[in-house]
């Protein structure tokens, strides 16, 4: 009976290590073929400040609409690489805009040896004189 029980548990953690690392597999295209609805890489670039924003990369504190549609910007849109991040934060993470936004520049911060006030966290970075 213990021997069944530890199997079972044994399966049940492969799955959900299999369910939580599942952005990190490589599937053969065979198999993707064969599951509809799979899709890990489902961004589709935003080219636009109107497409970013109707895919909800806007905020009242970041107001695309105001700033940059309404005012007839003709650039291309926000940083695809950025907007591929933020996207990835929202879905994984459950936040908001906003939040996303917050969370990707405290990572950005953290990559570069910056604590989320902006200090340095180098020993040796000279900070006043």
């Known amino acids: 009976m213990l021997f069944y029980v530890s199997i079972l548990a044994f399966v049940t953690l492969f799955l959900m290590l299999l369910y939580r690392y599942r952005a990190h597999l490589s599937i053969p295209d065979r ?9 890990l890489n489902n961004y589709a670039p935003l ?12 905020s009242s504190t970041f107001d695309i609409e105001a700033d940059n549609i309404f005012q007839g910007d003709t650039r ?9 991040e933020v996207m990835e ?7 908001n805009f906003d939040q ?6 405290h990572r950005y911060l953290a990559a ?16 006043r004189l």
């Open 47 to 58: 080219s636009t400040f109107s497409d970013q924003a109707a895919a909800g990369m806007t």
């Open 100 to 105: 996303a936004r917050l969370i990707r520049h």
């Open 89 to 95: 934060i929202m879905r994984r993470e459950n936040v």
């Open 31 to 39: 198999l993707r073929v064969i599951i509809p609805n799979y899709s």
């Open 76 to 84: 291309a849109g926000l940083d695809e690489q950025g907007t591929r």
């Open 112 to 127: 570069n040896s910056i604590d989320p006030s902006g200090m340095p966290l180098d020993a040796k970075a000279v900070t």
